[in-house]
């Protein structure tokens, strides 16, 4: 196995050197080879991690100091958030564990920011590195399908006949919903801006959209149906967008399941109102480190209520979950960042709507999910970042 690794490191890294435009995007592709894990000289490893390591290793050393230098801005905010996670790493109870975390979800994914940033000069590769991401949710949805029909691959207790939940590659359904969510709203953003393609485009949104039904992902769903809300708002369709506000809010009045879901009463919602005060129990006594990194379950079990028995591992939100495993650190990084993309978005001359539609499902689902700390996730929204400042230094 660990021969195996290196060499999927050496192909990386080797690719990455000759050509690095094309080895990041197809960095792209590979984002669920997470799942494949081993060991190389007795210390933990995933296909993806391997992969990552090669291509950034290629296109540092490739990369111009003064080519760094152009990128200040991202520069302040990775080192910003890379300082603040590293005192969290050092100052968590669980530091094995937490180095791990840090290394998986915070060095890495900020390295490939980097590398995006310092290696793409035009807006077609941005382009091409989102359509590799895509290619690799039309495999997870065709895998979910797959699971549904045949009832194989479905890991427990989701397996049970008759409240299947398919699972793709991953643990969990709703792993399936957090990759599949913002790239489902990318789809539908670039089928306002590409007619040529919008066939296509509209054909792969469905394709996720029944992916996320068949997981029973219902906040990947409302996070879509957010995100177009916004592109129809912004691409002037305003009839559409209040015909499609007036069916959802009539549907929630009357349709009490679906009413459930959206306020949280159904018995996911009760978990996360349970978790969330909890959570808030223990922010409350900790509230500058807060549990530590990779401790949230060893946390928070002081913490919480005699009513909720299952220990997550996070908090189910974005802002409690960034103040749990970063510190009250996590909580300023995180506004600051919210608050430079939209003084961007306001400020560019031509805006990206649908890097904003990717945004927003990121945000919505984040009131209840977590979309951040993934091997995936985090580099999906690391690249999402350095798009969004390659747009605004590019089209300002």
């Given at each position: 196995?660990?021969?195996f ?23 792209g ?117 797959v ?93 559409v967008?209040?015909i499609?506000?007036?069916c959802?809010t ?48 060893a ?31 996590g909580?300023?990084w995180l ?7 939209i ?11 649908p ?22 996730l ?19």
């Open positions: 196995m660990t021969l690794f290196i060499l999927i490191f050496c192909i990386a890294l080797v690719s990455a050197f000759k050509q690095p435009q094309w080895s990041l995007i197809a960095l592709a590979t984002l669920p080879l997470y799942v494949v894990r081993g060991d190389v000289f007795s210390m933990p490893t995933t296909v993806l991690e391997m992969c990552v390591l090669g291509v950034v290793c290629g296109v540092l050393v490739r990369a111009r100091i003064r080519t760094i230098r152009k990128h200040s801005t991202f520069l302040l905010y990775a080192s910003a958030f890379l300082y603040i996670s590293t005192l969290a790493c050092i100052a968590s109870p669980a530091f094995t564990q937490a180095a791990g975390i840090w290394k998986a979800y915070c060095v890495e994914p900020v390295l490939v920011g980097l590398c995006v940033l310092l290696t793409f000069t035009q807006e077609k590769e941005w382009r091409y590195l989102w359509s590799a991401m895509l290619c690799s949710g039309v495999v997870i949805s065709i895998l979910c399908i699971q549904y029909f045949t009832h194989t691959g479905i890991p427990e207790p989701w397996n049970v006949v008759g409240n299947i939940r398919t699972t793709a590659v991953y643990g969990y359904p709703n792993a399936v919903g957090l990759f599949l969510a913002p790239l489902t709203t990318l789809c539908l953003g670039w089928s306002f801006e590409h007619k040529r393609f919008r066939t296509l485009l509209l054909c792969c949104t469905a394709l996720f959209c029944f992916a996320i039904v068949l997981s029973r992902s219902d906040g990947a769903l409302v996070s879509v149906l957010a995100a177009l809300f916004v592109l129809l708002l912004a691409y002037r369709a305003y009839i967008a209040t499609l506000a007036l959802g009539i549907a929630t009045l009357l349709i009490p399941s679906l009413q459930a879901i959206v306020t949280l009463r159904d018995t996911s919602g009760d978990v996360r109102r349970a978790l969330w005060h909890g959570t808030l129990n223990l922010l409350t006594h900790q509230p500058l480190l807060g549990a530590g990194l990779a401790n949230f379950p946390a928070y079990n002081q913490y919480r209520l005699p009513s909720h028995v299952e220990l997550l591992e996070y908090a189910h939100n974005n802002v409690l979950d960034f103040w749990a495993q970063f510190g009250i650190g909580v300023v506004c600051a960042l919210f608050i430079a993309c003084v961007y978005i306001l400020k560019a001359q031509q805006r990206s709507w890097l904003v539609a990717v945004a927003i499902s990121i945000l919505v689902y984040g009131l209840v999910d977590v979309p951040y700390f993934k091997n995936d985090s580099i999906l929204c690391w690249i999402l970042i350095a798009n969004f400042f390659w747009n605004y230094k590019n089209k300002k």
